[in-house]
């Protein structure tokens, strides 16, 4: 852009310079005239550079002042564009609420689990085996020697013997349980955290300044505390024996800790009273 401007004023001015010489006076071919003409050309060409120097700098000037003034103009329209105009939530108000309400209600649970492990979850459940007088069946005498059996191996001892035979046993301690309450505990806590993070934002207190919630995963290791302190338990463990008139069937009874009488049922080759035994596909 300078140099055409440039070459635009050397234009004009050479064609001056040519109009001036057309219609100039002829003078004499006398020395001191010639001198006195190449001096005033020699002072004209000094005179044109300059004009056309002062020219390209006041040219350059607006040029870049034009630019910066585009750029800043620009720049504030941009930022007046991407100026946030306040935040607006887009999520249910009534749905967070809801869900923050049906969250803090089911939380209790995981301290009735920690509660709950220290002790034994009892159930009464009826379960039946072939009788003397059916194929391959045992006697009342033969079930009830298995069971005793059964009791002796897994530590358990006869607290009161009758129609209904009372067992007593030490349950220990559980290293695998521990671990898992500690494991619940801390999701639970890592879950109220964000719970709270988001819902108090802005909170500060005093001394502390803004709360880190889940640092309340910290105390997920006293849970597996509380379960190991309570130490082992005693279950208790009741069994009642019976046959049908054709003794055809043996029935038993048991009442006691709900994972013992899962294993002993499994272990016996017992079937669960009112149900059906229905073979693998692989036997």
């Given at each position: 852009m300078?140099?055409?401007?440039?070459?635009?004023?050397?234009?004009?001015?050479?064609?001056?310079?040519?109009?001036?010489?057309?219609?100039?006076?002829?003078?004499?071919?006398?020395?001191?005239?010639?001198?006195?003409?190449?001096?005033?050309?020699?002072?004209?060409?000094?005179?044109?550079?300059?004009?056309?120097?002062?020219?390209?700098?006041?040219?350059?000037?607006?040029?870049?002042?034009?630019?910066?003034?585009?750029?800043?103009?620009?720049?504030?329209?941009?930022?007046?564009?991407f100026?946030?105009?306040?935040?607006?939530?887009?999520?249910?108000?009534?749905?967070?609420?809801?869900?923050?309400?049906?969250?803090?209600?089911?939380?209790?649970?995981?301290?009735?689990?920690?509660?709950?492990?220290?002790?034994?979850?009892?159930?009464?459940?009826?379960?039946?085996?072939?009788?003397?007088?059916?194929?391959e069946?045992?006697?009342l005498?033969?079930?009830?020697?298995?069971?005793?059996?059964?009791?002796?191996?897994?530590?358990?001892?006869?607290?009161?013997?009758?129609?209904?035979?009372?067992?007593?046993?030490?349950?220990?301690?559980?290293?695998?349980?521990?671990?898992?309450?500690?494991?619940?505990?801390?999701?639970?806590?890592?879950?109220?955290?964000?719970?709270?993070?988001?819902?108090?934002?802005?909170?500060?207190?005093?001394?502390?300044?803004?709360?880190?919630?889940?640092?309340?995963?910290?105390?997920?290791?006293?849970?597996?505390?509380?379960?190991?302190?309570?130490?082992?338990?005693?279950?208790?463990?009741?069994?009642k024996?019976?046959?049908?008139?054709?003794e055809?069937?043996?029935?038993?009874?048991?009442?006691?800790?709900?994972?013992?009488?899962?294993?002993?049922?499994?272990?016996?080759?017992?079937?669960?009273?009112?149900?059906?035994?229905?073979?693998?596909?692989?036997g």
């Amino acid at each position: 852009m300078k140099s055409s401007i440039a070459s635009a004023l050397l234009c004009i001015l050479a064609t001056s310079a040519t109009s001036c010489t057309a219609f100039a006076p002829v003078a004499k071919s006398t020395a001191s005239s010639r001198t006195a003409q190449k001096l005033s050309v020699n002072d004209f060409s000094l005179l044109i550079s300059d004009a056309a120097d002062a020219v390209l700098s006041t040219a350059s000037d607006v040029v870049d002042t034009v630019a910066s003034t585009d750029v800043a103009a620009v720049a504030e329209e941009s930022s007046k564009s991407f100026e946030p105009t306040g935040f607006n939530p887009t999520y249910s108000k009534a749905s967070y609420y809801t869900t923050l309400a049906l969250y803090v209600a089911s939380f209790p649970g995981l301290w009735s689990q920690i509660k709950r492990s220290t002790k034994a979850k009892v159930k009464r459940k009826t379960y039946v085996s072939d009788g003397e007088m059916a194929k391959e069946g045992k006697e009342l005498r033969q079930q009830a020697g298995e069971i005793m059996a059964y009791m002796k191996a897994n530590n358990y001892e006869v607290a009161e013997a009758g129609e209904t035979i009372t067992f007593k046993g030490l349950v220990a301690r559980s290293t695998s349980q521990a671990f898992f309450l500690v494991f619940c505990t801390a999701i639970g806590m890592a879950s109220l955290a964000l719970v709270l993070q988001i819902q108090f934002q802005d909170l500060e207190l005093p001394l502390i300044g803004t709360p880190n919630w889940f640092l309340l995963t910290l105390v997920s290791p006293y849970a597996g505390i509380y379960y190991w302190q309570s130490g082992d338990r005693i279950d208790d463990m009741k069994v009642k024996l019976a046959t049908n008139d054709d003794e055809t069937l043996n029935e038993i009874t048991i009442e006691g800790n709900d994972e013992e009488i899962d294993r002993m049922w499994r272990t016996l080759e017992l079937r669960e009273k009112g149900m059906v035994k229905v073979e693998g596909i692989l036997g």
